[in-house]
């Protein structure tokens, strides 16, 4: 989470059981609205993507402080008091803040 609290992210295995591919997913919180939270996502390789869902994901994640970076399995998130930039071993990834979201 970032320490606004304004983005949060979550990584894990997608799909059923525990062999699924490894992905990150990130919550822009003050981006809900009637159609869902809008949401970006990726795999440890390949290309970024982003969406909205009707959810409502825990927030209760710790802290990354600015100027510090998370890795896990080849996907890297570094905060920043302009935003939260997540890119993974392809180069692929997105930047989130309030005010702009772009994938690359």
């Given amino acids: ?11 894990g295995l997608l799909g059923p059981g525990t062999h699924g591919p490894r992905a990150m997913g990130c919550a822009v919180y003050s ?3 009637k159609r869902g939270l809008a949401t970006w996502w990726m795999k440890t390789t390949g ?13 209760d994640y710790p802290k990354l402080a600015y100027g510090r970076s998370y ?3 080849g996907i890297r998130c570094s905060s920043a008091t302009i ?19 772009r994938v690359f």
């Fill in 1 to 11: 989470m970032t320490p606004s609290g304004n983005v949060a992210c979550n990584v």
């Fill in 47 to 59: 290309p970024a993507l982003s969406g909205r869902f009707q959810a409502n994901p825990a927030t």
């Fill in 71 to 73: 890795t896990w399995h």
């Fill in 83 to 101: 935003g939260l930039t997540c890119k993974n071993l392809s180069g692929h990834g997105f930047f989130l803040s309030r005010r702009r979201q």
């Fill in 31 to 33: 981006l809900t609205d």
